[in-house]
């Protein structure tokens, strides 16, 4: 979803880690990064033709549904409606708005896809305004058309609606696991039951890896503009994706903003540098928690995924080491 392609590809989250993993390996761009599947069986140049049409179409289709730098897109008509009433909405962005207004709940309002207005504010929205710190009064302002009890979707009827005029939704912290979903959804319904999915750095793995290994994928610490590996975790048909401060951020009188916004306060979040990574049943899963996690921190994240059973690890910097919390679902998956 977002343009910043030079920055998310140096900063993606999780990276696969094993070396010759793959037999056959498709890429492209999407959302303002890069994808890409690696297959642990050869396919042919038909096999691969059809496959690569059927991963575009449907990532093609997302961005036309949920992107907020297409103008066009479902979304950004949605956020220039001034309309309360209910209005009919597809099937994407329904389950993504689902699923957000859930972890919303789940997360005490930690995640909240209706931080755009905010966003925007301080520069890491569509609108590219400079980034800088903008006035109090400014916030206060942006913050009050905020709320995730304001936006709702209707999986039944097929419907959302705004419950406030002025609600803008930015679902960057969600669509790109909910992408991989898509993609490894594609995958299996063409009969490939051995892969690894990756846009931007969020990923999913199913069956093993050519040499008939389960799929390893390494965790970045959070350095700004350095690739540091950290921990390596082996996935078994689950999905693992990592947020963190240190992805896209700018700084001001020595102070660090980073794109992660907490809802409460309108601002980035205040924290030391820090990653969360999140192992869920689906990547959109994984994303959210992930982006949520930041935004409580390491002391509160750490404590609600315990309490969930939510597999997470935090890493916090601190001076030139590193804090790392692992939940105890999460332990199971770490290599070595
Ligand atoms: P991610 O890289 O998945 O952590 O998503 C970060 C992006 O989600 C930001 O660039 C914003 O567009 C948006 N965002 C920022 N703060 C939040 C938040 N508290 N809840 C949901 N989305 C957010
Ligand atoms: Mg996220």
Known sequence: MRRRTFIKLLAAGSVAACARPAHATIRGLTMGTSYT?????????AVRTRL????????????RAMSTYDSRSELS????RQDLRWVPASRGLLEVLDRASQISTASQGAFDVTVGPLVDLWGFGP????????????????RQ???????????????????????????????????????AMIL???GIHDYLVEIGGELRARGTTAAGRRWQVGIERPVEGKHV???IVALDNRAIATSGTTQDFFEQDGRHYSHIIDPMTGRPVEHPA?????????????DAWATALIVLGPERGYSLAQARGLAAMLVTASGSNFDVRVTDTFRAHLVG
């Open 229 to 231: 590996l950290g921990e």
């Open 127 to 142: 609108e590219y305004r400079p980034r800088r710190v903008p006035d109090d009064a400014m916030i206060e302002r942006a």
């Open 37 to 45: 599947v690696e297959l642990a069986a050869p396919i042919d140049d």
């Open 52 to 63: 690569t049409e059927l991963i575009e179409d449907e990532l093609a289709a997302i961005n």
């Open 188 to 190: 299996d319904r063409q």
């Open 274 to 286: 820090m990653a969360a990574s999140v192992i869920a049943d689906t990547t959109m899963e994984a």
């Open 145 to 183: 058309s905020v709320g995730y009890q304001h936006v709702q979707a209707d999986l039944s009827a097929g419907a959302i609606r705004k419950r406030d005029s002025r609600i803008q939704v930015d679902v960057c912290a969600i669509a790109k696991g909910y992408g991989v979903d898509r993609v």
């Open 77 to 80: 008509e949605f956020n220039r």
